[in-house]
């Protein structure tokens, strides 16, 4: 299974702050690259698919960039509602898709 | 609207079986696969599998396998995971998802998450 790393694993930032979260494959996955976010107690959002490609309705300060292993999310000016934790996810592998440990985003 | 909505919580005993149910509506129930993850209290997500509503079609992971058994109904456009032999280590909060339409297998839709509890 390919497997999926993040970092880091949790950050503090300030309201306004550029944040960026890496994500690593283990092997090339091309840019079969998604990004989530969750907050708790919710079922997790589609951000970005295919490594670099926002979503209908996701603020455009979210940004993806990357091919091959290495991946990130960009949230350019993090705002009050951003503060949750973020999930990579490589889906080259379908069906056997895998997903990052995930970045936690707290206030700082 | 385009949803997924999930059956309510179950509470299990070790080494029985819970049956989760996964109603979708707004959209072709059979034109895009479903996905089942799950996520342990204070966990990550994990990939169970996913079935194809048209034809019925499964894979799942490997770690489920001989115990994890997806199915669906066309005629309610009702997907469902069954898992069995329950243990404590399968308490966890159990989503569908939608692959999206976009062709890059994300997953766009997701139930609200059903949590099942093993406990004696």
């Known amino acids: 299974d390919i497997q999926m790393t993040q970092s880091p694993s949790s950050l503090s930032a300030s309201v306004g702050d550029r944040v960026t979260i890496t994500c690593r494959a283990s092997?090339?996955?091309?840019?079969?690259l998604n990004w989530y976010q969750q907050k708790p107690g919710k079922a997790p959002k589609l951000l970005i698919y295919?490594?670099?490609s926002l979503q209908s309705g996701v603020p455009s300060r979210f940004s993806g960039s990357g091919s091959g292993t290495d991946f990130t999310l960009t949230i350019s000016s993090l705002q009050p509602e951003d503060f949750a934790t973020y999930y990579c996810?490589?889906?080259?592998?379908?069906?056997?898709?895998?997903f990052g440990p995930g970045t936690k985003v707290d206030i700082k | 609207q385009v949803q997924l909505v999930q059956s309510g919580a179950e509470v299990k005993k070790p080494g029985a079986s819970v049956k989760v149910s996964c109603k979708a509506s707004?959209?072709?129930?059979?034109?895009?696969?479903m996905h089942w993850v799950r996520q342990a209290p204070g966990q990550g997500l994990e990939w169970m599998g996913i079935?194809?509503?048209?034809?019925?079609?499964?894979s799942y992971a490997q770690k489920f396998q001989g115990r994890v058994t997806m199915t669906r109904d066309t005629s309610t456009s009702t997907v469902y995971m069954e898992l069995s032999s329950l243990r404590s280590e399968d308490t966890a909060v159990y989503y569908c998802?939608?692959?999206?339409?976009?062709?890059?297998?994300?997953?766009?839709?997701w139930g609200q998450g059903t949590m099942v509890t093993v406990s004696s």
């Open positions: 998802a939608r692959t999206s339409p976009s062709g890059s297998s994300a997953f766009d839709i």
């Open positions: 707004g959209y072709t129930f059979t034109s895009y696969y």
């Open positions: 079935i194809n509503p048209s034809g019925g079609s499964t």
């Open positions: 092997q090339s996955i091309s840019s079969y």
């Open positions: 295919a490594a670099s």
């Open positions: 996810q490589q889906s080259y592998s379908t069906p056997r898709i895998t």
